[in-house]
């Protein structure tokens, strides 16, 4: 039932996104996510669509998976079209009694939904050809700047990968629990909302009570390790970069300069409706 | 037939990376009133079989039949057939939830369309089964021992009176007491009810003592399903698949070795004793 959302899973391969260092994973869908909000010209967005494309067919994920990434976030993205399409101001294209759409409006639609869809894309691609472990590693490499002015650094990165690894645990938790509680004539489809919501009760409180037991029994192995957080910590795999790594980061500053051209020519294509 | 699968396929991650065919070409019949065993090491897909008898999953392909109708059919209801096919997962303690045990109990024959009062009758039985104490059904589940949530646990599933009652290692990380108790409840159940009992065990001396007839599942398929006395001479086989026969049977096996005049096909303590006894009796009278 749960095991359809993919969001923030790795998804095993050997590909070269696989096997880049983390932290320029990391560098490459922040400029990415940047890059999608600051320039909003068409030409961009036929960037960023192209970026996309080659590197999804590079991290050889499956797209259907990926895709599935975008299900949990459904009603999110339906909203937040429905919100700019009617309350955007303009030059009104439909009006109906008090629902008015201007054809602003469809565009900033259009737009908001593209990328929405391209940010979990993007960061979704991320998770997929990135262990948790790398992750934190990587991040708690680009955060170490900020120990300087006392943010914990190490902690925060380690309570990250903590969420992270949970994400796959608890649903799998969920998943049983569901099961468990169908197996006893439970229902979870049919009904009104508040018989809906009621319905979940059964699957709630058994959730909580294991994600507080887990949490329990995780902290009490990482204390039985002499874990005391962050101070004098090694790493048994220290994070090196490679040549790949470099090329990488060439190929993303070929993407951002190509991103400013854009901006800087401004190709214009008029959007007529 | 009272419940049966027929060639039922079954895959986990299909058409990914993590694809895995957990069920090959399975099929099994259970008949009124039978207790059977499920034996296999982990990942062999005895609990991918459990929940497709309950139609908690879909078989890829293949046909799971209860009375004879097949449950994933438009017009079947599958809420009844969980009634009818009671399923208790491993560490059935992890899904209480209500405030207090017999509410807990009364959960499932309410969801199956019992009557207030008849919910309740249903859960005191249950909870009388399973031998959970009056001065419990108060209580929050959460404050009762280990043994006793799993007690509270199983009774939610035994109130639905299922013809079926399917059990994922109902024994696992109990004490050796609290094992006997609720296999002998379980023998209990079966007799007065006439009810049919699947039993999933990594215990071969708890599926030698109480079960009749018994599965061995091994990569997805079943390799054996047959008496208990039958399966268990299969020493060979079943150690191939990282299995074993209850240990009295090594101990008959070394002893007519020796020379002693045992009947190696005792499985149990009770007949191993028996038949040893018999032996060394013959021996000194020669």
Redesign the interface.
């Known amino acids: 039932m749960l095991?359809e959302i993919t969001i923030g899973q790795y998804?095993?391969?050997n590909s070269i996104l696989h096997r880049l260092d983390a932290r320029v994973k990391i560098i490459g869908a922040l400029l990415f996510i940047v890059c999608l909000f600051v320039f909003h010209n068409p030409a961009g967005y036929a960037l960023s669509t192209l970026f996309l494309i080659s590197m999804i067919t590079v991290s050889k994920v499956?797209v259907f998976?990926i895709f599935r990434g975008i299900k949990p976030l459904v009603y999110l993205l339906l909203l937040t079209v429905i919100f700019n399409l009617f309350l955007v101001p303009g030059k009104y294209i439909v009006s109906w009694w008090i629902f008015h759409i201007s054809a602003e409006g469809v565009r900033m639609a259009v737009v908001m939904a593209l990328r929405l869809i391209y940010l979990i894309f993007g960061t979704s691609l991320l998770t997929f050809t990135t262990t948790p472990n790398n992750m934190t590693d990587a991040l708690e490499s680009l955060l170490k700047p900020l120990q300087a002015v006392k943010v914990p650094v190490h902690e925060i990165a380690m309570m990250m990968s903590i969420a992270l690894r949970f994400i796959p645990i608890l649903l799998e938790e969920t998943d049983?629990?569901m099961?468990?509680?169908?197996?006893?004539?439970?229902?979870f489809e049919s009904g009104n909302l508040i018989k809906k919501i009621k319905s979940l009760?059964?699957?709630l409180?058994?959730l909580f009570?294991?994600a507080f037991r887990r949490a329990n029994d995780l902290a009490l192995a990482m204390e039985a390790r002499c874990y005391t957080g962050g101070k004098g910590r090694t790493k048994m795999k220290p994070l090196q970069y490679q040549r790949r790594d470099y090329l990488a980061f060439l190929f993303f500053c070929v993407y951002l300069g190509m991103m400013i051209l854009t901006k800087i020519a401004d190709v214009k294509i008029p959007i007529r409706l | 037939m009272l419940l049966s699968l027929k060639n039922v396929d079954y895959y986990y991650g299909k058409d990914t990376v993590y694809e895995v065919q957990a069920l090959k070409q399975v099929s099994a019949d259970f008949a009124e009133n039978e207790f059977v065993g499920l034996i296999g090491h982990t990942g062999s897909g005895k609990s991918t079989f459990l929940q497709l008898l309950n139609g908690l999953e879909k078989p890829y392909s293949g046909e799971v039949l209860f009375h004879g109708k097949n449950i994933w059919d438009r017009d079947f209801n599958r809420k009844q057939l969980r009634a009818g096919v009671g399923l208790v997962f491993q560490y059935p303690e992890h899904q209480l939830f209500e405030a207090d045990v017999i509410s807990d109990v009364c959960f499932g024959p309410r969801n199956f369309g019992l009557s207030e009062e008849e919910a309740r009758n249903r859960a005191l039985w249950a909870l009388d089964l399973v031998g959970l104490e009056k001065r419990f059904h108060q209580s929050s589940p959460f404050e009762l021992s280990g043994g006793q949530k799993r007690r509270a646990a199983i009774a939610g599933v035994i109130a639905s009176k299922p013809e079926v009652l399917v059990m994922d290692e109902p024994t696992a990380g109990l004490d050796p007491k609290g094992k006997k108790e609720i296999l002998d409840m379980l023998s209990a159940l079966r007799r007065q009810e006439k009810c049919t009992i699947i039993l999933v065990s990594h215990s071969m001396e708890e599926v030698a003592e109480y079960v009749d007839r018994i599965m061995v599942f091994d990569a997805g398929s079943i390799v054996f399903d047959d008496q208990k006395e039958k399966v268990f001479s299969h020493i060979e086989e079943l150690e191939r698949i990282q299995l074993a026969a209850p240990q009295v049977c090594y101990i008959l096996r070394a002893l007519k070795q020796k020379g002693f005049a045992v009947d190696t096909g005792a499985i149990t303590l009770e007949a191993a004793k028996e038949t040893i006894l018999e032996a060394v009796k013959n021996r000194s009278h020669a």
Request: glycine share 4%; aromatic share 8%; no cysteine.
């Open positions: 095991r998804y095993p391969s499956p998976y049983k629990i099961k468990a509680q169908t197996a006893r004539g439970a229902d009760i059964p699957v409180v058994p009570v294991s």
